[in-house]
T-cell receptor, first 112, second 114 residues
């Protein structure tokens, strides 16, 4: 089975901090994705990557950046955390051919 | 652009009732279709998929048939259990999308009462 592991289930940070959310997949997938999920807004794509060192903006990239130095790891960075970035963050991966994405368990991030 | 529309919830059923959650889509190409389930406090899990017209995906008693003529992929289960209470997401992947991005519906919350 595909395993997508997010480093934290719950995280509390303060406004202005630089926050790193880590995601690792063990299936040699080319594509990796970061979403945020908010009540009433569904899933929104922040960034995705289709190869090492490659990244593409999703629907809501403002205030975020990403890093993909190795194929199995995709990091989401909040450069200067703000309270409106309090949310559930979901990482996913998939291979290149038209296949489903596999999700991690999510990180519930609170910015105080 | 691509889009997925699901019936709004919450859907509240008694145990052993029949479930239908409607999903319709628009896509420029020939998409693959998926149903995901999200249990409270967890990430999304793939429930079932269908990759071409008339395919039927099935898993854990759930079924959905890819209907190209009606652009639909409705989720059904003959007898729901309390443990099926979750949020269900319909999604599509357009073959023309090289990055394998998914387009999600808004999700439908199912509540099953004993």
């Amino acid at each position: 089975d595909v395993k997508v592991t997010q480093s934290s289930r719950y995280l509390v940070k303060r406004t202005g901090e630089k926050v790193f959310l880590e995601c690792v997949q063990d299936m040699d997938h080319e594509n990796m994705f970061w979403y945020r999920q908010d009540p009433g807004l569904g899933l929104r794509l922040i960034y995705f990557s289709y190869d090492v060192k490659m990244k593409e903006k999703g629907d809501i990239p403002e205030g975020y950046s990403v890093s993909r130095e190795k194929k199995e790891r995709f990091s989401l960075i909040l450069e200067s955390a703000s309270t409106n970035q309090t949310s559930m963050y979901l990482c996913a991966s998939s291979n290149r051919v038209n296949q489903p994405q596999h999700f991690g368990d999510g990180t519930r991030l609170s910015i105080l | 652009g691509d889009s997925v529309t699901q019936m709004e919830g919450p859907v509240t059923l008694s145990e052993e009732a029949f479930l239908t959650i409607n999903c319709t889509y628009t896509a420029t190409g020939y998409p693959s279709l998926f149903w995901y389930v999200q249990y409270p406090g967890e990430g999304l899990q793939l429930l079932l998929k269908a990759t071409k017209a008339d395919d039927k995906g099935s898993n854990k008693g759930f079924e959905a048939t890819y209907r190209k003529e009606t652009t639909s992929f409705h989720l059904e289960k003959g007898s729901v259990q309390v443990s099926d209470s979750a949020v269900y997401f319909c999604a599509l992947s357009d073959r023309q999308n090289a990055g394998n991005m998914l387009t999600f519906g808004g999700g439908t919350r199912l509540m099953v009462k004993p």
